[in-house]
């Protein structure tokens, strides 16, 4: 499976774009980059997902690199309640993804 | 809609204690999940159960078993608690393998 390495936090304003980087660089063609995040203690919640086009959905816009090395998590206006630990997971499906320790992103007034 | 349901949400066991963890899911969901957290770690597969009537290990599935009861339930039992499986439990199911994952709220479990 693809390993993904993320910076361990990040700040951001309260209303400003958080841009969430994800390096991927092991990625095979057949494997999809999902995002997830884990607010406080409760169970992940599902953002975004994408295998080479570019995605975006209420929630956050996923921006694929054209190599598919690296990829970018975008909440366009971030709020206090963005205050979370955010998973971007490699994988082929379910039975083998890969939680590692995350973003802790601290979203600031 | 309850989504996927746990219980309970808190257990203290005595090392060697056996129990099991419940969790239900509404959403008509054909794969099944448990994973377990460990303080300021991310998540870790436990076993899942890809359909009704099938289970297959994960990432760290000793000490554990789990039983797909129906469609709707998946339990996972630990046969003799020990304290390093002291962790927050959570359940996740999706209508396929590679469908997008829904959590349950966790199971907090401490073994003394």
């Known amino acids: 499976d693809a390993k993904t390495t993320q910076p361990p936090s990040m700040d951001c304003a309260e209303g400003r774009a958080a841009n969430l980087p994800c390096n991927h660089s092991?990625?095979?063609?057949?494997?999809?980059v999902y995002w997830y995040r884990q607010i406080h203690s409760q169970g992940p919640q599902y953002i975004i997902h994408g295998l080479k086009n570019n995605e975006t959905n209420e929630m956050a816009s996923l921006i694929i690199t054209e190599d598919r090395k690296s990829s970018t998590l975008i909440l366009p206006h971030a709020t206090l309640r963005d205050t979370a630990v955010y998973y971007c997971?490699?994988?082929?499906?379910?039975?083998?993804?890969?939680f590692g320790a995350g973003t802790r992103l601290t979203v600031k007034p | 809609n309850a989504g996927v349901t746990q219980t309970p949400k808190f257990q203290v066991l005595k090392t060697g204690q056996s129990m099991t963890l419940q969790c239900a899911q509404d959403?008509?969901?054909?794969?099944m999940y448990w994973y377990r957290q460990d303080p300021g770690m991310g998540l870790r597969l436990i076993y899942y159960s890809a359909s009704e009537g099938t289970t297959d290990k994960g990432e760290v599935p000793n000490g554990y078993n789990v039983s797909r009861l129906n469609k709707r339930e998946f339990s996972l039992r630990l046969e003799s608690a020990a304290p390093s499986q002291t962790s927050v439990y959570f359940c996740?199911?999706?209508?396929?393998?590679?469908?997008?994952?829904?959590f349950g709220s966790g199971t907090q479990l401490s073994v003394l």
């Open positions: 959403m008509n969901h054909n794969s």
């Open positions: 092991t990625i095979s063609g057949n494997e999809y």
């Open positions: 997971i490699v994988r082929v499906d379910n039975n083998d993804m890969r």
């Open positions: 996740a199911s999706s209508e396929r393998g590679r469908e997008k994952l829904f």
